[in-house]
């Protein structure tokens, strides 16, 4: 099988290193940006990293960035520990929006019609993406079945169809295609399952349409179009996948 090395490298910031990297990605112009414990961070073409200051008051402290997203205008969204979403504009300065969530912001996607849905550790919420104005925060209801099957929301992702995927701790996989209704699967019944865990780590989509689902303690599935089991990684049941918190990148490649 195909090997690739992959080399460790220090966020170094101000001379000091930060180690709890929380958050990466690729913007169109090639440039990295990493949330971190302390704030955000960008990498230039020489590879050095530039913290981005973050608006704060005297009082706050460091402000941990747990998400991020470049949306279809370019801006950079970036979501905190402490329930913030914020913006940064090409050539601009930082800004909050004005809605402050409970808990965390864990996950950022755009939807087929511009919104931007935020993962929250309370539901999820949609934003319109030019004015940052909240839209609706959509929490679990027992009483609506095809609603949302729990609060603590870590994954979202847009497919190739426009589907939005929706996952996190106890909440299973669940789809939202063009409808209100979120069709849901796992955990399953059978332990042996690799979807048997309903704490859903890490979510991919890869170029031949199939999605990779990673859970609490147990092997990747791959999943198709129907949400059929086609697959597991690693193939061997005795390996372990006890500490997969999320999918890389890189995997579109498979």
Known sequence: PQTRRFDTEAL??????????????????????AGHWRGLARRDADGKWTAVTLPRTDKEGAIGI????????????????????????????????????????QSLAQAVDGTVWAGLTDGIAWLDAGSGALLRQLRHNPHLPGGLAGNDVNVLLRDQTGAMWVGGYGVGLQRHHQHPALAVRGPDADPASPLASSDLRGLLARRDGLLMVATHGGPVALLDAQLRTVGRWPREADMPVDN???????????
Request: charged share 25%.
């Open 12 to 33: 170094r910031i101000d001379g000091e290193t930060e180690r709890r990297v929380l958050a990466l990605a690729v913007d169109r112009d090639g440039s990295l940006w």
């Open 244 to 254: 997969l918190m999320a999918l890389p990148v890189l995997c579109n490649h498979l």
């Open 66 to 105: 747990s998400t991020l997203l470049q949306d279809r205008e370019g801006r950079l969204w970036f979501g905190s520990v402490d329930g913030r979403i914020g913006r940064l504009e090409a050539g601009g300065q930082p800004q909050w929006l004005a809605a402050r969530f409970k808990g965390g912001v």
